[in-house]
């Protein structure tokens, strides 16, 4: 079993800046990807941002692409999604999420964290 443990999240004005981070415990194994989904109300959750654990290798939505980072810790195991120049449309609860799958669905992630709120107030 894998457990994903998220941190950050909150209030912020448009334009702002947030830290999010995600802590992997359990028997990740080697070959797997962590990353970002976000589901605003009345919408699908759908990745912001991914990285392939063991290539390094990223992926971004393009509503995002310029404006949030994600990278990872390999001592502690975790991962983190820097946000910048948040907008209002950013505002949805976000989850941590693990693959090891080649795709970046929700429907193909193997295990979620509890998600954490993020408010971009305009």
């Known amino acids: 079993q894998v457990q994903l443990v998220e941190s950050g999240g909150g209030l912020v004005q448009a334009g702002g800046s947030l830290r999010l981070s995600c802590a992997a415990s359990g028997r990740t194994g080697r070959t797997y990807g962590m990353g970002w989904f976000r589901q605003a109300p009345g919408k699908e959750r759908d990745c912001v941002a991914g990285?392939?654990?063991?290539?390094?290798?990223?992926y971004y939505a393009d509503s995002v692409k310029g404006r949030f980072t994600i990278s990872r810790d390999n001592a502690n195991n975790t991962v983190s999604l820097q946000m910048n120049n948040l907008k209002p449309e950013d505002t949805a609860v976000y989850y941590c999420?693990?693959?090891?799958?080649?795709?970046?669905?929700?429907?193909?992630?193997?295990?979620w964290g509890k998600g954490t709120l993020v408010t971009v107030a305009s």
């Open positions: 990285l392939r654990w063991s290539a390094g290798t990223t």
């Open positions: 999420a693990l693959t090891y799958g080649s795709a970046w669905y929700a429907s193909g992630m193997n295990y």
